[in-house]
């Protein structure tokens, strides 16, 4: 176990990774540590807690921004916005179950940290879309910052964007900034029915939703099997596949639009809708990817869970090859174009397996990241996508650029 | 402006170069003779002038890519340019450097409805991309006020936004992918049509780099369905006090209008005199406020809405009966910065974001420096999202006058970072607000940006000068400073 450092203050970080430097030692950065299951193990001599950067520092909900230290807990994040009938439209999910933490333990920063999204990614954008600007200390112990508080902001590089997604391998943030949106006033969702084995059609209708003037914030696929771990009972007891596509905004218009939506599939098997609270439920549980929890696959640990991104056109072909040569179980989110695989593994690592299914989500211009494994697989299977080699060298400048000396979070991204 | 100092040696090659790059482009893509020069001297900043050395227009990205190889062997600066249409000088010729225009990449190559995503060059302009898709109803959804012109390259480089960016977002929240040629001459693709990319947000950090990290030679833009319908409301207040309040307000409802802008008395009567738009000239501050939606949503909004503004005691209400006065209403305001221009021989256009709380503040503030600097300003307001355009009015023919005019422009920004805000919305740094970088960032937020730049473009040769008032060599940007024994690392808790 590595000995933890729990710095207080910006000041506090610079002194500690200074030090770092002169000693030439490694930190393993966390916030309050749920997401550590994300990238690769860092094999670091110190552990550098930023639980004591916690804490809002304004909130000003009619210019819809929020500022707060890295580690503020995503809970009081949650309860402070909706006071004000505001979120993260971004719905950043609670992976948590998959990452064998508890839940609810986030960090504002480790979510903009792993740059997560839920459902809404395909309206609202992702956490780099909303991440506004922050302060920090790179890996060379200097302060620094970047954007600033406003919507809108072209002064320097948004190294904002940069940050988000960096999994703590360039600098650690000390402050951030973030956008709130207000939440819709009305929710539904409209589910239709489409019989087994049609991914296909299931995932057209996702397309043809999200290219119709409906405005829909949230567009998933469910095959049948996955249905009945569904806990709404409209989904559970479908029967069938079940795309579903959620409608927001003022009643009048989400009536309007679920109305049209529903008139506009004549040839499904069903068509239903869920209401505020059954909406809410199905939602939350296509974010944090609960259909594909360890607890359904028993005492079975060799399983791993695979994110997949492609174009929405490539995405039926990706899980029909899929289905071919892996015994898994794969839901689409982000309409169609989002694949959540859960597979089984051996202990060998399987990396044959893992370069295949790399192969094919190349075919569709697409890349896969390995979200959870257990630590013998992570072992020899890359996490994260390979990159050409160009785009390695250049992410590979870019880190030195940040964190010359490999103090931070080392190997989390891979090589 | 202090631009870096002219490389004697590239200007004493400079036919040696030229026949270089004619012997890789053909003729008829390289241009030399001053007069063909003079079209390029400068871009939508005209107050700074320079013949670049040479010009080039190359047709494929091969070509692209033979250049910057070229350059970077030879140590030539090389400054990109799409339209020209910028604001902030950011294609600013240099006299020892190749100015490479992306114009002829003009064609857009794949529309693809099922993923929402074109495929463009990038000199395809703005508006092209929606005449495109139009026709099914789609459309792109960033539109500066420049969209006749100016290409989604140059989109690109400056993260451009326009009046639907609070809703729609600005052009990096509306990119999928770009082609782009390192200066070594190598391509890669960053993004692609799938929502998000592997590794490091290299596509975000790309967007709004103003052509200091790379070449860009295709674009894939996310489309957007064409909301039912748009319908504008007109309102009147007798101060910016009231009309902020209406904006607050509405945001504070939960209402993200697709537009919202603001204009002051002097944008009002410049616009209303040269479109006649029918707005109301006893207003001292006008609210233009667009809901789109289904028909049913922008019904009930517009109610609401109408309601607010009431409260927040709206002189005059008017609401757009068609798409014709729908369109009349905005002519003024898309008008503003001509019909503005009418009024003066010269005028500067600013660019600041600040808190919306504090508008009422900085225009205070805005009119005593008018007063001081004895220069006639306008306003026009991004109200949304806090993005503030004043217009200052000057004629360059009186002595002094555009110095006076460039410190006040500079005085209204350094106001915009006092009260919380930001140098640049959305017209970037480029030259113009260069050297006044240091009054948001510290030498340390900019060398960090800077070493950003080193991984990109290790011998910075791509448009140099600009964006950063001090140019460090990438090897001491690199060096890593150890402050020993100063820690008091041992007082922290460890467990």
């Known amino acids: 176990m590595s000995e933890i450092i729990q710095p207080a203050s910006a000041d506090d970080v610079v002194e500690t990774l200074n030090w770092g430097l002169e000693r030439k030692t490694t930190f393993e950065v966390m916030g309050r540590g749920s997401k550590l299951g994300l990238g690769h193990a860092v094999d670091a001599e110190y552990v550098l807690d930023l639980s004591k950067l916690s804490g809002v520092d304004f909130y000003q909900p009619e210019e819809l921004v929020l500022s707060a230290s890295p580690a503020t807990p995503m809970d009081e994040i949650k309860a402070l916005l909706s006071t004000n009938r505001q979120q993260l439209a971004f719905e950043p999910p609670d992976l948590s179950a998959h990452l064998g933490k508890k839940p609810d333990a986030g960090t504002l920063g480790g979510v903009l940290a792993c740059d997560l999204a839920g459902p809404r990614r395909i309206k609202m954008g992702s956490a780099r879309d909303h991440f506004l600007g922050f302060d920090a200390v790179s890996g060379r112990a200097e302060i620094f910052k970047s954007g600033g508080r406003v919507m809108k902001n072209v002064s320097g590089f948004d190294l904002s964007k940069l940050m988000a997604g960096s999994l703590g391998t360039l600098a650690v943030m000390t402050r951030v900034i973030v956008k709130t949106m207000p939440v819709a006033e009305k929710t539904r969702t409209v589910l239709i029915g489409f019989k087994s084995g049609e991914t296909k059609a299931g995932i057209q209708c996702l397309m043809d939703a ?36 959620r409608i927001e905004g003022p009643p009048s218009s989400v009536e309007f639009r679920c109305r049209a939506i529903r008139e506009s599939c004549p040839d499904a098997v069903f068509v239903e809708e869920l209401h505020s609270v059954n909406s809410g439920k199905f939602w939350q549980e296509v974010r944090d990817v609960t259909m594909l929890n360890p607890e359904f696959y028993g005492a079975d640990t060799n399983q791993m869970l695979w994110r997949i991104s492609v174009p929405p056109s490539g995405a039926a072909a990706v899980a029909g090859r899929i289905s071919e040569k892996i015994s898994g179980d794969v839901f689409h989110d982000w309409g169609g174009g989002l694949l959540w695989l859960k597979c089984p593994c051996d202990d060998t690592g399987n990396a044959d397996a893992a370069d295949w299914l790399r192969a094919v989500v190349n075919d569709v211009k697409g890349h896969a990241t390995l979200m959870s494994a257990p630590e013998t697989v992570k072992q020899s299977v890359p996490v994260f996508h390979p990159a050409a080699a160009p785009m390695a060298r250049l992410a590979k400048n870019i880190r030195n650029a940040f964190d010359p000396e490999g103090l931070l979070n080392p190997g989390r991204m891979g090589t | 402006m202090l631009m870096p100092k002219p490389d004697k040696a590239v200007i004493d090659r400079r036919d040696r170069i030229i026949a270089d790059l004619v012997a890789m482009l053909g003729g008829d893509n390289v241009l030399k003779d001053e007069d063909e020069l003079r079209v390029y001297e400068c871009d939508g900043l005209m107050m700074y002038r320079q013949l670049p050395m040479v010009v080039v227009l190359p047709e494929t990205t091969a070509q692209v890519s033979d250049i910057l190889k070229y350059c970077t062997e030879n140590s030539i600066k090389v400054v990109p340019r799409g339209a020209g249409t910028g604001l902030s000088g950011g294609a600013l010729p240099l006299a020892d450097g190749v100015t490479l225009g992306l114009g002829k990449f003009n064609k857009i190559i794949d529309i693809d409805f099922d993923n929402r995503a074109v495929v ?34 140059g989109n690109v480089a400056e993260n451009s936004g326009g009046v639907h960016c609070l809703k729609y977002g600005l052009t990096t929240n509306n990119i999928l992918g770009v082609e782009m040629v390192m200066m070594d001459g190598e391509i890669v693709t960053l993004g692609g049509k799938a929502l998000d990319q592997a590794g490091y947000d290299l596509l975000g950090v790309i967007t709004g780099s103003e052509g200091l990290l790379g070449v860009i030679t295709e674009v894939t833009v996310r489309i957007l369905r064409t909301p039912e319908k748009a319908q504008a409301l007109l309102l009147g207040f007798d101060s910016t006090e009231a009309a902020g309040d209406c904006v607050t307000k509405t945001i504070a409802q939960g209402i993200i209008p697709g537009g919202m802008e603001m204009m002051d008395t002097f944008a009002i009567e410049a616009a209303e005199d040269f479109v006649h738009a029918g707005y109301p000239m006893d207003a001292k501050a006008l609210l233009i406020v667009e809901l789109d939606g289904p028909e049913v949503e922008v019904a009930e909004l517009t109610d609401k809405v109408k309601a607010i503004a009431e409260s927040c005691g709206a002189t005059s209400v008017r609401i757009s009966e068609n798409e014709e006065q729908r369109l009349k209403f905005w002519s003024g305001r898309k008008a503003a910065f001509p019909a503005v221009g009418r009024l003066s021989p010269d005028y500067l256009c600013m660019d600041g974001t600040i808190p919306r709380g504090r508008l009422g503040e900085v225009l205070g503030k805005i009119s005593e420096m008018s007063d001081h600097f004895g220069l006639r300003v306008a306003n026009v307001f991004h109200a949304g999202d806090g993005n503030l355009h004043p217009l200052i009015l000057y004629d360059a023919n009186i002595e002094g006058e555009a110095e006076k005019a460039e410190q006040f422009g500079s005085d209204i920004l350094k106001l915009c970072v006092a009260v919380g805000g930001v140098l640049t919305g959305e017209h970037g740094v480029g030259i113009e607000k260069r050297d006044l970088m240091g009054e948001m960032f510290s030498d340390d937020d900019m060398k960090q940006q800077q070493r950003l730049k080193c991984a990109f473009d290790g011998k910075q040769l791509l448009n140099p000068g600009k964006v950063y008032p001090t140019l460090h060599r990438c090897a001491e940007l690199g060096r890593v400073h150890v402050h020993h024994g100063k820690t008091r690392f041992p007082d922290l808790p460890r467990f």
Do not use: M, W
């Open chain 1, 210 to 245: 999200l290219g119709s003037p409906h405005d829909v914030s949230g567009a998933a696929f469910v095959p049948e099997k996955l249905t009945k771990r569904c806990s709404v009972e409209l989904v559970k007891n479908a029967g069938c596949g079940v795309a579903a596509l």
């Open chain 2, 120 to 153: 463009a060059g990038p000199g395809v302009t703005n508006l092209d991309l929606t005449k495109a898709v139009e026709d099914r109803g789609f459309y792109y959804a960033p539109d500066p006020s420049s969209q006749i012109a100016c290409t989604i390259g």
